[in-house]
């Protein structure tokens, strides 16, 4: 996706942050963290065709997965390979396999959604792409997939 894609999908979105998280909250402080979640919908948009409100409380709860799986996968990788901190008894796939669950089973239904809908005279996102790309090698050997089941 080239600048001229992705352009009024970023300024629409920075429309959207200002008309949410901005002018009610002209002249008070505000956390930039909530900028996240202006970068989490552009990206949401480039992959699922889609964004989603700011304060809709499965898109939060999904950003926490993220956080949470980043987190885990970051404390799993010290503890293999510094000396010593595996002795702390952490090793950090029940952590990831904790915080991804939620994650996998989102982009199984988002995907499952997207085949559901697929038009290949009109592929507007990464996963139309996706789809796309395993229709066009069916019957073909093929290593790859999503989450194990497609």
Do not use: W
């Not at 002249?27 to 964004?51: C, W």
């Not at 956080?67 to 952490?90: D, Q």
């Not at 990831?96 to 507007?124: C, D, I, W, Y």
Request: charged share 25%.
């Amino acid at each position: 996706m080239g600048k001229s894609l992705m352009e009024p999908r970023v300024a629409s979105e920075i429309d959207k942050y200002c008309d949410f998280f901005i002018k009610p909250n002209l002249g008070k402080p505000m956390s930039l963290q909530s900028l996240a979640l202006a970068t989490n919908n552009v990206i949401s948009e480039m992959i699922f065709g889609g964004r989603s409100d700011y304060g809709d409380e499965k898109f939060h709860n999904l950003i926490r997965c993220v956080e949470r799986t980043v987190k885990a996968v970051l404390i799993a990788g010290i503890t293999k390979n510094l000396p010593l901190v595996h002795l702390f008894k952490f090793s950090g796939i029940q952590e990831v396999e904790e915080a991804n669950g939620p994650l996998q089973a989102e982009m199984q239904h988002r995907l499952e959604t997207s085949k559901a809908n697929f038009n290949s005279s009109n592929v507007k996102d990464m996963f139309d792409h996706f789809i796309s790309y395993q229709k066009s090698h069916e019957g073909a050997q093929s290593s790859i997939a999503f989450g194990g089941k497609n």
